[in-house]
């Protein structure tokens, strides 16, 4: 058997033509999020400051802290879970353990897909049709959080979904053996064995909740106000709406550090919303038993 | 057969999404008795079994046609409550497929789930004696709050049994309950089934043919989804009427 030879020959040099070809693109990502975070990190940095965190902005938004958006950006996204959190969970486990027809549920789930892929301005003009025209809850609070609410139904519902599937069927078949019934079998066996995957799901979705601007623009995010929210109908201050209004709306040239800032706050808030997710992700692995 | 049968089949047939998977199947399975049902895969004997507790009713396009009466009273009628007969057909499946709970949670699920127990006292009683039952009260009763994947495979095959038992059914279906076992494990179940069918009428799918020989009083040999033979296991396996029986249980095709 003849296996020693030349290994420069041509399929050789075609398959580490292919493997530098993956290294770069691997490398020209990295690199690019890389100079985006660093680029973000070094303007923004000069301006955080604990008083940052805790102080309302002040003299027309140069100077001063971005609290109300931090604590806006925090109360819409909360908002934002009570809405789809039970109502998108719950469409999951109709999805997966009641539906009887597959045609139906295949029908369902390109549209939520779907609806996963619209633009957030689109929900922007449905929370200000729906939320704040047609239900009159104003431009508030309230408007806002449902808008952002809609806009992370679908991976809601998807995540819970696929977190639903993990649960072996053999549970399900040995519960609904027993004599439980399908609702049983779902808040006994299904949901304690899924828990985790819904939860990741849902804390990553609040992450992307809360870096969205345009679907609270025109139904609850405000420009500037020396107020904080006092009820659902309040209008609120948001992370990144504020750096939209300090981007486009500011001429004191210390706004656009604090836009930074701000941005760099937004990141770190999405940073460890993120790692809570994975972190809940590995503690559930490492006690899964199956 | 003098006694009036636990279990008559009647002219039933069952399909998936249209495609027929059991032809004109006849039965009658005696009370307190192991009918151990064998055959080539595919051949129906598992949709039969899981007819009996209507566990297929889970699959899309799931049809039936004819009668499967449990004493006297068709599973398929109408005015079936699917979770109370689910309750009284209990099942063991092919891969033991425990709860990941403790082991007394485990037993103690069809108890909570049907309200069986009054008290903790009571509930704790029956998990013991249901344990016992299946023989591996002595094994784990020094660890009941371990988990169930704690134990042997052979172990955790008992526990589906205790676990399935504790709810006191009428009858039990057990789907290859020993196809994932060692020969150790899988002697101790079959001794534990002999022991069962005192309480329990008990129907079995094996691909093992002397599996059936060695526990089952009736055996029904299937074959492309019809039932070809059904007699007493003594004479299935010395005298076998048909020439297509004799030949797969002397191992000429399987």
Redesign the interface.
Known sequence: MEITGNKKGKREFQQSLGFVALQMCLLAVIISLGVLLVFIFVKGIGVINPDFFIKFPEDGMSSGGIFPAILGTLLLSLVAVFFAVPMGVLTAVWLVEYSTSYKMVRILRIGINSLAGVPSIVFGLFGLAFFVKFMGFGPSLLSGGLSLGVLILPTVIRTSEEALLTVPVSFKEASLGLGATRWETVYRIILPNSISGILTGIILSVGRAAGETAPILMTGATFFTMRLPNSLFSEVMALPYHIYALMTEGTHPNQLAIAYGTAVVLMMLVLVINSIAIYIRIMARRARQW | MSEEPKITVRNFNAYYSGKMALKDVNIDIPENKIMAMIGPSGCGKSTFLRSL?R?ND?I?GFTVTGGMMIDGKNIYDKDVDV??????V??V?Q?P????KTIFENIA??LK??KLCKSRDELSGKVEESLKEAGLWEEVKDELNK?A?ALSGGQQQRL?IA??MV?RPEIILMDEPTASLDPISTAKIEELIQELKKSYTIVIVTHNMQQAARVADRTAFFMLGEMVEYSDTSVMFTKPEKKITEEYITGRFG
């Open positions: 507790n566990m889970l899309e979770t109370k007969l689910r309750r009284n209990g099942m499946f891969k497929n425990p709860f990941p699920y069809g789930i049907n988990s994947f589906c676990r399935a709810v």
